[in-house]
Every structure is written in structure tokens, then in C-alpha cells.
């Protein structure tokens, strides 16, 4: 008896309202990086063949490594590091 009385004013419960969540913080990179960039250089995740980046990195990172679309380019953080 009891059980079937709480059933019950739980169903007529009014719906809860959810404050909406705080906005996130203010995000720098905008682009997920992928999980292939396995390579920690000083806190920058590099994907493997870092040292010879074109035609490896250009697809993604523009085809003069200066970035493209969201993706930023190479010289966001230094010069050329490779030959
Ligand atoms: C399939 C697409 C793709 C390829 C290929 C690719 N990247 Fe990226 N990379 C991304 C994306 C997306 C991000 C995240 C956006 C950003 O950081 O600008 C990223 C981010 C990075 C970052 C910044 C990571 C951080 O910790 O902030 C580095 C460094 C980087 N890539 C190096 C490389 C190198 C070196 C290569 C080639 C050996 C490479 N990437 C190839 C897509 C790619
Ligand atoms: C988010 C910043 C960031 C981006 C973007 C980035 N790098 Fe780097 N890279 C670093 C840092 C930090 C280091 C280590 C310090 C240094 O050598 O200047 C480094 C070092 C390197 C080195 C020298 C590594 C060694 O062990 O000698 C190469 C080569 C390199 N990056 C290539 C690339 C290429 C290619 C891209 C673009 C596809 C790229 N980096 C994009 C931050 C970045």
C-alpha cells in the first residue's frame, strides 16, 4: 500500500527543471587533436614523422604547413623544425 502511494506521487510529480549547465570555459584549441599524435614534445602531442612532415601532415595542417581551417599550421608554435 504504502509502495503503490509513492508510485503514485512520484508520477504526479512536476517535471524537474534542470538549471542549464554553465558555459564551458573558453577553449583555445577548437579542433579535438587526434589520437594518432602520440608524440609529447614539450607538451604539444606531434603525430609520428614530425621530422618530415610533407606528405604526412599537409592534408590536415595545409599544404604549406600554415595551417588550414581550424586546424592550425606548424609555425603557430615555432619555425621550420624539420629538413
Ligand atoms: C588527419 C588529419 C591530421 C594529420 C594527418 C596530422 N594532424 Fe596534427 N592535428 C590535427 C588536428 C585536427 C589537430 C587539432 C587542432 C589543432 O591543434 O590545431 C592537430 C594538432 C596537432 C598539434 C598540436 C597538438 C597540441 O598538443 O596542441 C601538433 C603539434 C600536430 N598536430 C602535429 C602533427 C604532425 C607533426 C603531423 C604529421 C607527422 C600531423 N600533425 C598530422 C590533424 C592532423
Ligand atoms: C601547439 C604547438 C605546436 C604545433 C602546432 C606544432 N609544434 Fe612542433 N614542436 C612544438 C614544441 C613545443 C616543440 C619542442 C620545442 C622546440 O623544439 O621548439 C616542437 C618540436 C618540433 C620538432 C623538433 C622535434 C625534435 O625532437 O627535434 C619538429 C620536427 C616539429 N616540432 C615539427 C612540427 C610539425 C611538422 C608541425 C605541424 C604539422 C608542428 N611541429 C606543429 C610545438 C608545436
Known amino acids: 500500500m504504502l509502495a503503490g502511494a509513492a508510485v503514485a506521487v512520484a508520477a504526479c510529480a512536476p517535471a524537474v527543471i534542470v538549471p542549464a549547465p554553465p558555459p564551458p570555459p573558453a577553449v583555445v584549441v577548437e579542433v579535438a587533436v587526434p589520437a594518432d599524435h602520440t608524440r609529447d614534445k614539450h607538451g604539444a602531442l606531434h603525430r609520428p614523422g614530425y621530422k618530415r612532415p610533407i606528405g604526412v601532415c599537409d592534408a590536415c595542417?595545409?599544404?604549406?604547413?600554415?595551417?588550414?581551417?581550424?586546424?592550425?599550421?606548424?609555425?603557430?608554435?615555432h619555425g621550420k623544425e624539420w629538413d
Open 61 to 77: 595542417h595545409g599544404s604549406d604547413l600554415r595551417g588550414a581551417g581550424k586546424v592550425r599550421g606548424c609555425f603557430a608554435c
